[in-house]
């Protein structure tokens, strides 16, 4: 298993959906940022509209990473640890766990997360491979705080 990342579009919320929900009245915007439905009856009617229909995002995802696989987080954790007090939402709400899914970071924490993120460019690893793994969770996290900014929607796991 991998962590993923991903945030979610505001087509919803700024009129931008191509086709409308099939049933408009049992739609509503989670506290993940991610449109759902009240009606479990009709799940499947709208998780289809919404993976290729809704807008122009299938599954009204903007951005989506694989952050990595459970080895490449242990590595990434050991990392951040060695100055911890830099990193305490990294730490605590990212790489924490490999398998973390479901949770999400709020709009009002991507400032902090954005700080975070920026000390990241001091860590460097005298091993090539780590030090890509390094510099490409810096450049994930980037274009997920960027576009999450832009969406005004958490990064939800
Ligand atoms: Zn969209």
Redesign the pocket.
């Known amino acids: 298993m991998a962590l993923e990342a991903r945030v979610h579009?505001?087509?919803y919320e700024t009129g931008?959906l191509l086709i409308p929900p099939p049933r408009p009245d049992q739609l509503y915007l989670a506290e993940d940022g991610g449109l759902a439905c009240t009606d479990l009856y009709h799940l499947y009617e709208f998780e289809e509209w919404l993976e290729k229909y809704?807008?122009?995002?299938p599954g009204?995802v903007?951005l989506q990473h694989v952050i990595g696989s459970a080895g490449v987080i242990a590595f990434l954790q050991e990392e951040l640890e060695r100055t911890a007090d830099d990193f305490p939402l990294l730490l605590g709400k990212v790489v924490y766990d490999a398998n973390h899914a479901g949770d999400f970071l709020p709009v009002t924490e991507l400032k902090d997360l954005l700080a975070e993120t920026i000390r990241l460019a001091v860590l460097h690893s005298d091993d090539s491979e780590e030090e890509s793994l390094l510099r490409n969770f810096e450049r994930q996290l980037k274009g997920l705080i960027t576009c999450a900014i832009q969406m005004r929607k958490p990064i939800v796991f």
Do not use: I, L, S, T
């Open positions: 579009c505001n087509c931008k809704a807008c122009r995002h009204g903007a």
